[in-house]
């Protein structure tokens, strides 16, 4: 079936690199999006990638995909205190209705 | 206000009632989601609509009820709340992408809770 799994938790420290993984199961999935929610808030899109891509940057962001191994990752630059949010990945559901299959999201918390 | 909207954005009831969560945009999308938000399930699709007077089940749709009269508005009716259906509820709208692209724009959520 449909499963899109991350990791529930990622601790890092201010200024370093955060690195969010992803995997997903529908390889012929054109587009694969990163979403951030902040506390009590909505998911708002990051970023997104298409499938014939193997890496694409966007300021402090870089997404890489390994179709593959159907393996996303979101790596965040300079990780602030303000980055702290749960990261979603999503990729598009089977079929032409539009539905996005989300992952269980992942924790970021950015230490001072 | 341009954007998606949802009322109420907090919500107390108890088992049995009938609830109703709104949600209404002004982009004139042709989609519109409702999904639900549970500690250790990520986000999961309740029911979505491909336009007005079209809706689907997503893949926890019991004990809920859409419709979608008009193209802006897609109310979430709880007919008989339980307390399973204590949650996060959130909803989405697209324009159905293009080239494909399908990018969903979400409300701030409504926190829903069943005693």
């Known amino acids: 079936g449909e499963d899109v799994e991350q990791s529930l938790f990622l601790s890092v420290r201010e200024g370093d690199s955060s690195v969010i993984n992803c995997t997903y199961t529908d390889s012929s999935s054109t587009y694969l999006y990163w979403y951030k929610q902040e506390p009590g808030a909505g998911l708002q899109l990051l970023t997104y990638?298409?499938?014939?891509?193997d890496m694409k940057q966007d300021q402090r962001l870089t997404v890489l995909l390994n179709k593959k191994d159907k393996h996303l990752s979101l790596r965040i630059a300079d990780t602030q205190t303000g980055d702290s949010a749960i990261y979603f990945c999503?990729?598009?559901?089977?079929?032409?209705?539009?539905?996005?299959?989300f992952g269980t999201g992942t924790l970021l918390a950015v230490q001072p | 206000d341009a954007g998606i909207t949802q009322s109420p954005r907090y919500k107390i009831t108890e088992t049995g009632r009938q609830v109703t969560l709104m949600c209404h945009q002004t982009w004139s999308h042709s989609y519109m989601f409702w999904y639900r938000q549970d500690l250790g399930h990520g986000l999961r699709l309740i029911y979505y609509?491909?336009?007005?007077?079209?809706?689907d089940k997503g893949e926890v749709p019991d004990g809920y009820v859409v419709s979608r009269s008009k193209t802006e508005n897609f109310p979430l009716t709880l007919e008989s709340a339980t307390r399973s259906q204590t949650s996060v509820y959130f909803c989405?709208?697209?324009?159905?992408?293009?080239?494909?692209?399908?990018?969903?724009?979400f409300g701030a959520g409504t926190r829903l809770s069943v005693l």
């Open positions: 999503a990729e598009i559901g089977r079929g032409a209705t539009n539905k996005l299959i």
């Open positions: 990638i298409f499938s014939n891509m």
């Open positions: 609509s491909a336009a007005a007077d079209i809706t």
């Open positions: 989405a709208s697209s324009d159905g992408g293009v080239a494909g692209k399908n990018i969903q724009y």
